[in-house]
């Protein structure tokens, strides 16, 4: 299956308030399904770094992406830093829309009738330079928008048949433009800097960031979709890093600095959305609030049928965090003299974590289910509720989880 593609099905996409994923021993939680009524768009257009990368970086560099990454849904490797499905892919769910292909994957001939993702792992809101990850930073995949854009037009005005690949000239007005950027920026930049001066960088980086957003408005976009950063010091790398002193760490096992420096971003982040909403005419701006979700989920994933919160389900070393820097998910290296292989755990749905980086499809599938009760975004989504009964029909599916 190309990472544009998904099993086609014959129920709307209808999606949950909370639900766990499938576990044969688990007993499942089935309330009342939210589902946004204003959340339908044409097509989407999404920017940003491995958190909504479905097969960019693999693609343009050729960065390894092997299994286990991709094992729980896709069967094997989607290009997806993820044993399964991203946030993005549950959102393009709820909207009856086929997973995008990566402007840069032209293997096997992707559609991009309704939309197309620029996102790359390891992208960063300011410009790449030598010992960036991704040379695909927020500025080049604006970029390469313009020149998509540009050129289905073109070619659109050639050939009418294309339609059936190709998004109409409408959709780049009417279609939803994504943006979940910056985690990269303020990860890299502790490295080298103290947290006030990680704090006084921020305004740098959003400075970026509202350039970018203006050219594609310049270009037609209208509909603007900003995540907020995630809990960083939540992750296992980072702890595993910086959390090394327990005075440094909250009591969910997170490291303080680099959550305060990630409320800080989205608070300035947030200011954005509202000074882009006043000032770009016509344009409709929403801010999700993703650090709330995914704390939430942290600190409550016992209640929410998780068994490990911080702990990396593919990774080397065992508790707590079960990551080593040394070695990736699914890799085998030889360490203090022995061979040894960073293994996925053998139930992904017991872990929000899935390589001390990422978060696993069960954990995505959560924060996507939250995003759609609209309740974490500013403005608010309108909502509508079905009954749980419609929604284990629906659901299963849609799904594939029972």
Not at 51 to 57: K, M, P
Not at 337 to 347: E, F, H, I
Request: hydrophobic share 40%; with cysteine.
């Amino acid at each position: 299956m190309v990472s544009g593609s998904k099993n086609q099905t014959d129920s709307p996409a209808m999606t949950l308030k909370i639900l766990i994923p499938w576990i044969p021993t688990l007993i499942l939680l089935y309330l009342p399904v939210i589902s946004p009524s204003n959340f339908t768009y044409p097509a989407v257009f999404n920017f940003g770094d491995s958190n909504s990368d479905t097969g960019g970086l693999t693609a343009g560099v050729a960065f390894p992406v092997g299994a286990p990454n991709g094992e729980t849904y896709f069967n094997k490797p989607s290009g997806r830093f993820c044993d399964g499905r991203l946030i993005i892919d549950f959102l393009m769910d709820s909207m009856d829309l086929p997973y995008l292909n990566a402007y840069l994957d032209s293997i096997g001939a992707p559609s991009f009738r309704t939309g197309c993702n620029f996102a790359t792992g390891g992208a960063t809101i300011l410009p790449a330079n030598a010992a960036s990850l991704s040379p695909f930073s927020f500025g080049l995949q604006v970029a390469q928008f313009i020149r998509f854009k540009a050129r289905v037009l073109e070619l659109l005005g050639k050939d009418k048949k294309l339609q059936k690949i190709l998004p109409l000239e409408d959709y780049f007005r009417d279609g939803l433009y994504g943006f979940d950027v910056g985690q990269n920026d303020l990860d890299g930049a502790f490295y080298s800097k103290s947290e006030d001066q990680v704090a006084a960088f921020i305004p740098t980086i959003l400075s970026e960031f509202e350039a970018g957003v203006e050219r594609l408005y310049n270009e037609g976009a209208r509909n603007l979709w900003i995540h907020g950063m995630g809990p960083l010091g939540c992750l296992a790398r980072i702890i595993a890093t910086f959390g090394k002193d327990a005075s440094k760490l909250d009591q969910f096992g997170c490291v303080n600095s680099h959550n305060r420096a990630a409320k800080l971003f989205n608070s300035q982040l947030h200011s954005l959305c509202a000074k882009l909403g006043s000032q770009l005419p016509q344009v409709n701006v929403t801010y999700v609030d993703i650090f709330a979700i995914k704390l939430n989920l942290i600190a409550n994933f016992s209640q929410l049928g998780f068994k490990e919160s911080i702990a990396a389900c593919c990774g080397y070393g065992g508790p707590p965090l079960n990551f080593d820097n040394r070695i990736a998910c699914g890799q085998t290296k030889s360490l203090n003299g022995s061979l040894v292989t960073a293994k996925p755990c053998d139930n992904t749905t017991e872990y929000v974590n899935w390589d001390g980086n990422h978060y696993t499809e069960a954990a995505n599938l959560y924060v996507s289910s939250q995003i759609l009760t609209g309740k974490f975004s500013d403005p608010p989504l309108t909502e509508f509720t079905i009954s749980p009964s419609a929604f284990r029909t629906g659901f299963r599916k849609r799904f594939r989880f029972f």
